[in-house]
């Protein structure tokens, strides 16, 4: 089981970047989070939109028609729908984003780690 385990651990640590890389690796996982920060910030506005879209429809059709007929709800249905099923989508991707944050928080930690290891005693993780 031990040999197992040091396997798995071995090829965790044989995927992070060098530690002489660090600030590159820095560099780099800041744009890649913040390119995913600004995919987020569009991917909520569409729930929004849907949202909006069904408010206004029922509203202008309360006001110009009266109560809404069956072809107005139907149509505010599917805007709100599409809505949840936006939302959903997006909350689903934020969660990703911050996992993707802490996974690579850690991963900076690790390589830290092993950049002082290998300046104070040589030794490797």
Do not use: C
Not at 18 to 40: C, D, I, V
Not at 112 to 120: P, V
């Amino acid at each position: 089981m031990e040999q197992k385990s040091s396997s798995m651990r071995d090829k965790l640590l044989a995927r992070l970047p060098q530690p002489e890389n660090l600030e590159g690796y820095r560099e780099e996982t800041a744009s890649l989070l913040a390119k995913h920060e600004k995919a987020l910030f569009w991917e909520k506005l569409m729930p929004q939109i849907f949202s909006g879209a069904a408010l206004a429809v029922i509203v202008l059709t309360g006001s110009i028609v009266g109560p809404p007929a069956n072809n107005v709800k139907t149509a505010f249905l599917i805007l709100f729908f599409l809505s949840m099923i936006y939302t959903v989508s997006y909350n689903v991707s934020r969660s990703k984003v911050e996992l993707l944050k802490e996974i690579k928080q850690v991963q900076l930690q690790v390589l830290e780690l092993q950049a002082s290891l290998q300046k104070g005693g040589g030794h490797s993780l």
